[in-house]
């Protein structure tokens, strides 16, 4: 099934930037792409949410959301505080079927990190991939505090049986301090997956047409872009 789940070590790690530039790297390959966003928060009726963005940045891909809650919290604090129904792994999993059906790539971007609870029941982000069988890539920050969490995520994803695709850099800084350009190396080594990727910070303000011509240079041949690991980490690590 042609299924990626995006998830993060946190919250404002740059998931929504990385997936648009997943997304525009796989256009421009030739691939047609759908976002599903499981559970949106944070987000008035009115305003767009995570999947419109994906789309704004990308271009012509195929956007779905299951629910939207007002308040920035946890899916499922939200849901019961709004007094609507959670979200429930099963029917990401079911709505990523059915738009798998119809595209190239669908990818189910999260809510904060990978156990954050869509519901009561302790549902996840982590047993919708299962249900799915989808690779799950993590989008990490790129400082100080980024090793230890995110070896968490990946330790979590193999404990669950789940593949973990690699680590893209969220939010590369023009002017990386030393715990970042450490990081290059010492990411792949903590969580013995693939650096895939780094998104410069401030991407997502890019104009779109911008963005789109230079997705593919943010990340690695395995996510359609011509991104040079080592390359990367000759010119900026110490």
């Known amino acids: 099934m042609p299924v990626m789940v995006i998830t993060g070590t946190g ?30 928060t944070g987000v008035r009726p009115d305003e767009p949410g995570d999947a419109e963005e994906v789309a704004r940045l990308a271009g012509a891909v195929t956007t779905a959301e299951l629910a939207r809650y007002p308040e920035p919290l946890a899916p499922a604090t939200a849901a019961r505080r709004a007094g609507r129904a959670p979200v429930r792994p099963h029917e990401v999993a079911e709505r990523a079927a059915e738009l798998a059906a119809g595209h190239d790539l669908v990818l189910v971007e999260g809510a904060g990190g990978l156990l954050v609870r869509f519901d009561a029941a302790g549902g996840t982000l982590a047993d919708a991939a299962a249900l799915l069988s989808a690779p799950v ?16 995520t990946v330790r979590e994803l193999r404990g669950r049986g789940l593949e973990a695709a690699g680590v893209v850099i969220g939010s590369w800084p023009g002017e990386p301090d030393l715990a970042a350009r450490c990081n290059l190396l010492d990411l792949p080594d903590v969580t013995g997956v693939p650096l895939l990727g780094a998104v410069p910070a401030g991407a997502g303000a890019l104009d779109p047409a911008a963005f789109r011509t230079s997705a593919r240079d943010w990340l690695a041949p395995r996510l359609e872009g011509r991104w040079d690991a080592g390359a990367f980490r000759a010119r900026e690590a110490p």
């Open 137 to 152: 890539l993590v989008v990490a920050p790129a400082g100080l505090g980024t090793l230890n969490a995110t070896e968490l």
């Open 11 to 40: 919250t404002e790690v740059g998931k929504t930037v990385v997936t648009a530039a997943v997304a525009a790297a796989a256009l421009a390959a030739g691939r047609s792409v759908a976002v599903l966003k499981a559970a949106q």
